[in-house]
């Protein structure tokens, strides 16, 4: 199974009319024609009837089964699940609750209608945390169960389904989400295989951000195994520099993009 992770789809140019502002934020949103290229190329490598959603009965078993998910709950996420119904799929959008009805964020309303849509709804935390493996399990379970009771409420269905905000995923991260009675917790780990923590499904997902070509969004969805293994190895690579740098990596990375930015403006 192939989970693909998202963020907004914005129009182009204007990334700060969705979700986080800031470049570290930017370099997640597509343009509109980017992700419907995106999309095309989808579905031209896997066919239409591949995309499935994690709440299908068959959805871990099926082969090659493609998940498309969208972490922070900007506005950008009406957009994308027109974009998605247009080919009859549909979508998990995990929202960070904290932020519902601020601007360029999802109200209450967009988020009930996106459920009545048939998209799964789910939590990526309350605060979205800088370093989620770093918080106290007491927070952790504040995260996950004040964040699944609000979108419960809003949605008036049970949410079971959460992502972990900014990568960084640990063991405790999995227990406390089990905890909290989420069941299906997706990661930024490139891996296509479920693995099965303190009773929780955890599930790794393919990042796919500005630089990623269509061709290459649609070479991952086909399970092609280059360009998994390159994003495998960069993902460790990071990891490793997160686990080194602590505070400093988020530090560093905000300031390199910035100078990027600058260089390119």
Not at 1 to 22: E, Q
Not at 144 to 151: E, P, Q, V, Y
Not at 232 to 247: C, T
Request: aromatic share 8%; proline share 4%; charged share 20%.
């Amino acid at each position: 199974m192939i989970a693909l992770l998202y963020h907004d789809v914005v129009p182009a140019g204007h990334f700060s009319s969705s979700g986080f502002r800031g470049h570290d934020a930017d370099i997640y949103k597509f343009a509109v024609e980017q992700f419907t290229r995106h999309l095309d190329a989808i579905e031209a490598a896997v066919g239409p009837s591949t995309v499935r959603l994690i709440n299908d009965p068959d959805a871990l078993t099926q082969p090659n089964a493609v998940l498309f998910t969208f972490d922070d709950g900007g506005s950008g996420a009406l957009v994308a699940a027109d974009l998605l119904e247009q080919r009859g799929w549909r979508g998990h959008f995990f929202i960070t609750t904290d932020y519902i009805g601020k601007p360029e964020f999802l109200s209450r309303s967009d988020i009930r209608k996106l459920h009545a849509r048939n998209h799964v709804i789910g939590s990526h935390s309350c605060s979205h945390p800088a370093r989620m493996s770093h918080c106290s399990r007491a927070q952790l379970l504040r995260e996950w169960s004040d964040s699944t009771r609000k979108l419960s409420d809003i949605c008036d269905a049970t949410i079971r389904v959460a992502s972990v905000p900014g990568g960084y995923f640990a063991p405790s991260v999995a227990e406390a989400a089990a905890a909290a009675g989420i069941a299906t917790l997706f990661n930024s780990e490139p891996k296509a295989q479920p693995t099965s923590l303190h009773n929780c499904t955890v599930l790794g997902r393919y990042s796919i951000q500005q630089g990623v070509s269509a061709e290459t969004a649609a070479n991952i969805a086909s399970g092609q195994w280059r360009p998994r293994a390159q994003q495998l190895l960069f993902w460790n690579a990071k990891k490793l520099a997160k686990n080194i740098g602590g505070n400093y990596y988020i530090t560093v990375r905000k300031v390199l993009l910035n100078r990027e930015s600058s260089k390119a403006a």
